[in-house]
């Protein structure tokens, strides 16, 4: 009776030992995947018009345009206007910054904004800042040469940079280690929230057009040199290697899907063309083929161009002069307005800042 029961414990020992190796290939599969901060609460905006915050439009999902209510703009009078867009690490958390300076934050998919905080003197007058929000706290608010660090009990602490940066990043398990690279190739971390940096190597010394960190591995670094090329580093920026496929091109700027971090998108053109390119990666960019071209005058950069957050194939490009989504089938939504720093929410709503004219 023992040995039948030893037997039968075996088997199933071995029926589940079979199990886990067969799932074992499915799970490595997954694990590239990036996920959705807070996807399954996440709303479209509730409402027909914005409030508290000027120039933003957003596509719902019929594909209606909602908007702001705007303030006249003068021509060539100078306007306090949204210049950054970001989602927040909670469901329906929005984040924006103007150009005074100020921060605004919005509790309900961007349909009402109020002032969260107003750091003097480092994002006012800047029409470039970045918004890192990955972690509920603190949240970054940076350009390239200075940050606001903002608590969720409303504390706020500026730092500056030991460089010009073009690109930070925040560690996905750590909410105080940042990653940054300099506009000249430096590569530095932080592991107090960026009071102070440490440099650990350079993909330079040529100037870069743009730098990303791979969402699921920290470590993990691409840098565009703006002559030609784009480089990789797999040891959070110590030794680096050319990337084959960019080798005689000028890349723009690299993106990882918000679905999978395996599907790289890159713009770039060849030095003898007339166009640039969209070129996607499906294998973690070890090969990259064709899959869209436009002049020179539009590339599909950082402020025009959004990967949509759980369509695999699909995104938003500025066009000329609007706004358009495109999906697997072409054209899907198109807006005559000029765009840009375009943003999707986890519920697959698109926002975009109007781009005005004005002086500065």
């Known amino acids: 009776m023992a040995a039948c029961c030893t037997v039968v414990i075996m088997r199933f020992a071995l029926l589940i030992l079979i199990s886990v190796v067969g799932m074992a290939p499915q799970s490595l599969a997954r694990s590239r995947a990036v996920g959705h901060r807070g996807l399954p609460a996440w709303q479209a905006p509730q409402c027909t018009e914005i409030t508290g915050l000027a120039w933003i439009r957003f596509f719902d999902a019929d594909k209606t345009v909602r908007k702001s209510f705007d303030p006249p703009t003068p021509f060539r009078e100078t306007v306090n206007t949204t210049e950054a867009l970001g989602i927040g ?182 030095d003898g063309d007339k166009s640039s390119g969209l070129y996607r990666s499906d294998d973690g960019a070890r090969t990259f083929a064709r899959v869209a071209a436009n002049s020179r005058a539009l590339h599909f950069t950082d402020d025009v161009f959004a990967l949509h957050p759980h369509e695999l194939d699909t995104y938003a490009v500025r066009d000329n002069p609007g706004v358009q989504v495109i999906g697997p089938e072409g054209k899907r939504a198109y807006h005559w307005e000029m765009g840009k720093k375009l943003v999707w929410s986890p519920a697959g709503t698109l926002y975009y800042i109007i781009q005005i004219v004005e002086s500065r």
């Open 89 to 270: 690490a909670t469901p329906n958390l929005m984040w924006a910054v103007t150009y005074d300076g100020a921060i605004h934050r919005s509790f309900d998919a961007g349909c009402t904004w109020s002032v969260a905080a107003n750091p003097t003197d480092v994002l006012a007058g800047k029409i470039e800042p970045r918004i890192i929000a990955r972690h509920t706290e603190p949240v970054y608010f940076h350009t390239d040469a200075k940050m606001a660090r903002l608590w969720r009990d409303g504390r706020l602490e500026l730092f500056g940079f030991p460089e010009t940066f073009v690109m930070i990043d925040v560690d996905p398990r750590n909410a105080l280690r940042l990653r940054a690279v300099s506009l000249f190739g430096t590569v530095y971390e932080s592991n107090n929230g960026g009071a102070f940096w440490t440099r650990r190597g350079s993909a330079g010394p040529s100037e870069l057009s743009a730098a990303r960190v791979d969402p699921v591995n920290f470590d993990r670094i691409y840098a565009a040199p703006r002559a030609y090329g784009l480089l990789v580093s797999n040891d959070g920026g110590v030794k680096w290697a050319p990337v084959a496929a960019f080798t005689t091109r000028r890349v723009w700027d690299v993106y990882f899907s918000p679905v999978d971090a395996d599907v790289v998108w890159v713009d770039a053109w060849d």
